[in-house]
């Protein structure tokens, strides 16, 4: 079984700024890719960044590009997403997802096979 952990969420003024962290524990697997998902009340789950351990592309939504910034670790199948002058429109609960299998990109939720419980991200104005 493979488990994904994500801590670093929290409350945070508008401007401000959090660091997500995700680790994966449990059996040992290999990744292609590994991304963040994105779910605010009444909403879908939404893709927010995701990089790609071949050749290192990573991807953005396009409301949090440079502001964003997704970075990790392919041997310790980690991840990290780097929030920066957050919004009030950035609060949701954040996920951490891994693909293990290998795709032109990784936007869609259904190019992914495991999933962490989520981290809450609050920005109040």
């Known amino acids: 079984q493979v488990q994904l952990v994500e801590s670093g969420g929290g409350l945070v003024q508008a401007g401000g700024s959090l660091r997500l962290s995700c680790a994966a524990s449990?059996?040992?697997?290999?990744?292609?890719?590994m991304g963040w998902f994105r779910q605010a009340p009444g909403k879908e789950r939404e893709f927010v960044a995701a990089?790609?351990?071949?050749?290192?592309?990573?991807y953005y939504t396009d409301s949090v590009k440079g502001r964003f910034a997704i970075s990790g670790d392919n041997a310790k199948n980690t991840v990290y997403l780097q929030m920066n002058s957050l919004k009030p429109e950035d609060t949701a609960v954040y996920y951490c997802a891994a693909s293990r299998a290998l795709y032109s990109d990784y936007q869609q939720r259904n190019k992914y096979h495991y999933w962490g419980q989520g981290t809450q991200v609050t920005v109040s104005s």
């Open positions: 990089i790609s351990w071949s050749g290192g592309n990573s």
């Open positions: 449990g059996r040992t697997f290999s990744s292609y890719a």
